[in-house]
């Protein structure tokens, strides 16, 4: 009975981490809908570096895609990286989140070359190396095993930086670069919030060592009391 319980309720948990993540891909897809059902096109509130109208596509720029392709490309990505994050990292995740979509965007803004730039994927990569660094920096095996499966499902992201790469394929390498900086930059400054290490360290190691029988504790003999002389009997 207490092992379907806790069936349930890490089903119930696994079902949860989905939540957000499915939300803001069920919002990106409504938002190209609207623009292909109307003749549309939000692009005006995709992200402009360094232009006052810009500003709202900070945070704004993550829904909004170029093309059914794009969006697609981007929708499981945000579904797997974005359960991962909620379901290994559900007491900070939210704050995460929310983090990477600001500050990629404000990133961007600032430094990006001109043009317009919309797609999720500054958030993809943000969390793609907060996922990737972070399992190495708690020392948790679990975290550690999500790490190198996001390296090896993703890895090929760091082409994404490359601009000569990403200029000739029409992409937005510096909303990459901002999720590749914001995600390392998240995943050392939340290090001690939500789950910790539960692999031991070397120094952890030695000093269990020494604490479990140090030799200065080991109790010396009783010395005999040599006052007066002894005698024995055969």
């Not at 679990?142 to 082409?159: A, D, E, P």
Request: a negative charge; charged letters at 20%; one cysteine or more.
């Amino acid at each position: 009975m207490i092992h379907e319980k806790e069936i349930r309720e890490e089903r119930n948990r696994l079902l949860r981490s989905f939540i957000v993540p499915m939300a803001f891909v069920v919002v990106c897809w409504i938002v190209k809908g609207v623009e292909e059902v109307f003749h549309l096109d939000f692009s005006f509130l995709g992200l402009k570096p360094l232009q006052a109208d810009g500003i709202p596509g900070i945070f704004l720029f993550h829904f909004l895609h170029g093309s059914w392709s794009h969006l697609l490309a981007n929708t499981l990505p945000i579904i797997v990286l974005g359960a991962c994050l909620y379901y290994f990292y559900k007491p900070i995740a939210t704050k995460i989140w929310l983090l990477l979509m600001f500050s990629t965007g404000l990133l961007t803004w600032c430094g990006a070359r001109g043009g317009v730039h919309i797609g999720a994927s500054a958030l993809i990569y943000g969390l793609a190396f907060f996922l990737m660094l972070s399992g190495f920096i708690r020392r948790n095996k679990n975290l550690v095993i999500v790490s190198l499966l996001v390296i090896f499902l993703y890895g090929s992201l760091i082409w994404g930086i490359y601009p000569k790469y990403a200029i000739d394929n029409h992409i937005s390498w510096e909303g990459h670069l901002s999720g590749f900086i914001m995600g390392i930059i998240l995943a050392i400054f939340y290090k001690n919030e939500g789950p910790q290490r539960e692999i031991p360290s070397d120094e952890d190691d030695d000093d269990d060592s020494y604490d479990d029988n140090p030799y200065w504790d080991v109790p010396e003999p009783p010395k005999e009391e040599l006052t007066q002389p002894r005698f024995f009997r055969h």
